[in-house]
T-cell receptor, first 115, second 115 residues
């Protein structure tokens, strides 16, 4: 049962345009959502996060939107740059009780920004 | 400050053997989580250790085990290796394990190939 889904395995965008990466989740108990970027042969790098009590969080060129009723979040990158080309993972933090947290990841979306 | 260090970076083992992977978290971080990344399944949570105690466990067989030492360094062990264990094993550290604000910091991973 995949609780975090990234339905687009890949996305190709022109440099300077907006990149929109989508993520859906099924578990209403998730309380915190994170986006990670991953280059080949490296570990994922934290990009931006959002608490379930918010609907938007912005950090420079990156904005994450959360629609709790639709159980959907999206990452907007504006403007897109060739260096943004990487695999982007959506992750949700679940609380197993007390302070027992773990991240549940989507399978990732490969973003290619063309010059 | 130094990031999360995983050793070795690459490993080739034969079916039936066992393997031990090491992770040194960021100084001061007390939580260490382990994830398995495969092309078909994305990143899957293995377990989390906090102050030498396993706090959380994913859905992996008992062949996968781990431990954490008093200096927060963690090791992961896989016994009786199977071909399907070939994957990138990632370690992530955080101060408390909640991942709030700054997420979890990942190492570059250990690429395990079972032949």
């Amino acid at each position: 049962d995949q609780q975090v889904k990234q339905n687009s395995p890949s996305l190709s965008v022109q440099e300077g345009r907006i990149s929109i990466l989508n993520c859906d989740y099924t578990n209403s108990m998730f309380d915190y959502f994170l986006w990670y970027k991953k280059y080949p042969a490296e570990g994922p790098t934290f990009l931006i996060s959002i608490s379930s009590i918010k609907d938007k969080n912005e950090d420079g060129r990156f904005t994450v939107f959360l629609n709790k009723s639709a159980k959907h979040l999206s990452l907007h990158i504006v403007p897109s740059q060739p260096g943004d080309s990487a695999v982007y993972f959506c992750a949700a933090r679940g609380n197993s009780g007390g302070s027992n947290y773990k991240l549940t990841f989507g399978k990732g979306t490969l973003l290619t920004v063309n010059p | 400050k130094a990031g999360v260090t995983q050793t070795p970076r690459y490993l080739i083992k034969t079916r039936g053997q066992q393997v031990t992977l090491s992770c040194s978290p960021i100084s001061g971080h007390r939580s260490v989580s382990w994830y398995q990344q495969t092309p078909g399944q994305g990143l899957q949570f293995l377990f989390e250790y906090f102050s030498e105690t396993q706090r959380n466990k994913g859905n992996f067989p008992g062949r996968f085990s781990g431990r954490q030492f008093s200096n927060s360094r963690s090791e992961m062990n896989v016994s009786t290796l199977e071909l399907g264990d070939s994957a990138l094993y990632l370690c992530a550290s955080s101060f408390t394990g909640t991942g709030a604000l700054y997420g979890y910091t990942f190492g570059s991973g250990t690429r395990l190939t079972v032949v």
